[in-house]
């Protein structure tokens, strides 16, 4: 498995953070993906990376201790899952968020257009811009 974790801190209550998550859509389409589409707890997400054009469908699922997680139902990977965590700090004024993505590369899927290295440079851009978006909300 590959993993890519990004965490910032935000000034904001760790509540304003996890309200801002709620918007599942506007919090997904921050990523920066080419095109996103929210149904319930089904998250379908189209970008392009490098040369390949990623579709991913996606589920909102529990995890224990996140704010929001997904996992991927259809996609090129053999496995993905993302989770954002949200940790309070200091006397609740501002809160710390985490967001972690593992992937397994489906390698008959990917070959050699795209390799885990590209992936985690993607994911790690998109990550980021959702954490750029949670500060500008809150």
């Known amino acids: 498995m590959n993993e890519v974790t990004e965490t910032r801190r935000v000034a904001a209550p760790p509540d304003a953070v996890r309200d801002a998550m709620a918007d599942v859509e ?14 319930g707890e089904a998250i379908r997400v189209a970008n392009r990376v490098g040369p390949a054009e990623i579709e991913l469908e996606l589920a909102v699922v529990e995890r224990e201790g ?10 090129i990977f053999k496995s993905m899952w993302t989770e954002y965590v949200v940790e309070p700090r200091a006397d609740g004024d501002e809160c ?21 290295t590209v992936i985690e440079r993607q994911r790690r851009t998109e990550l980021n811009a959702q954490l750029d978006w949670l ?3 809150t």
């Open 135 to 137: 500060a500008a909300q």
């Open 96 to 116: 710390e968020v985490t967001a972690r993505t593992e992937f397994a590369l489906d390698v008959p899927v990917v070959g050699d257009v795209l390799d885990a």
């Open 66 to 75: 996140a704010a929001l997680a997904y996992e991927q139902r259809e996609g």
């Open 26 to 39: 506007g919090f997904v389409r921050s990523a920066g993906f080419d095109d996103v589409e929210v149904d």
